[in-house]
């Protein structure tokens, strides 16, 4: 088990856990904890958001306090704003709370139990809705958010690996009953997709996750390309320079302009109407006005402008 975090974690004098009490995140802070004895710190987020969250808290409590392992709880308040995702409210939560229970633990990163059925689940997922490369490079192993770097040592491991290993040691776990809940997508992928997949093809997880790679690569070379095609254009972008790219370079470039300076991914449909904007604007009264993500994309004099909804 302990060969899977090395990667992610050698450098690190504290290593951080994200431990859910689940059993990926229970193999995951087990290795770590045999590799690296007196380096290892559990981070618990309490997401307040059904009845069973208290249990696993307790759970955490009890397992941390067999083991000797420290662990660190923050409770958060995950619930979403009107036009937001659960999903995305619960994650940005979750995310935020781990990165500031690292810092005050003295870690400089976070170790985290996603493994290759969830890498499997988010490409299927991202082809489900015509999703671009950024969508279907899926999971990175290594990211930063909320100032604070996150590693995923497991992408390459099986679910079931990790439960054979737990229930073979007699480790405890908890299931966290929202992940047979049918209403998500991503449940229904699990429940439904996955075990189509696996009976097609069997062993396909490796596959995908060869696919999620060369997804990502690519994506590393566009976002090349659009740092090349903004030296040119200035940041913001001035329109007149934009018209001298091909459309498709356009808008890989306005897509990394959004993405690096407003967080911003813009839909397909707002990203075309606004490369036909930059086309048409040839006079100088030509007016640029078009929704994009929580704020709005528009022409301030020669150049482009993202403006946040206040």
Known sequence: MARWCDRCASNLTTVAVAYSAG??????????????????????????LHAAADGFESHARRFCGLHGIELRVDRVNAAHDAGQSPEDAARLARYAALASMARDAGADGVLLGQHADDQAETLLLALSRGAGLPGLASMPEFFERAGMRFGRPLLDVPASELRAWLLAQG?????????TDERFTRNRIRAVLMPAWD??????????ARSARHAAQAQRLLDELAAFDLAHTGMPPKIARLQSLSRDRQANAVRYWLRISAAVAPATAQLDELLDQISACTTRGHRIHIKMGPGHVAREGEHLQYTPTL
């Open 171 to 179: 480790h405890a776990f908890v299931d966290d009953p929202t992940n």
């Open 199 to 208: 009976a097609c093809f069997p062993g396909f997880r490796p596959m995908l």
């Open 23 to 48: 059993a990926d995140s229970t193999a995951l802070l087990l290795a770590a904890h045999r590799r690296w004895p007196a380096r290892v710190v559990a981070l618990h987020v309490h997401h307040g």
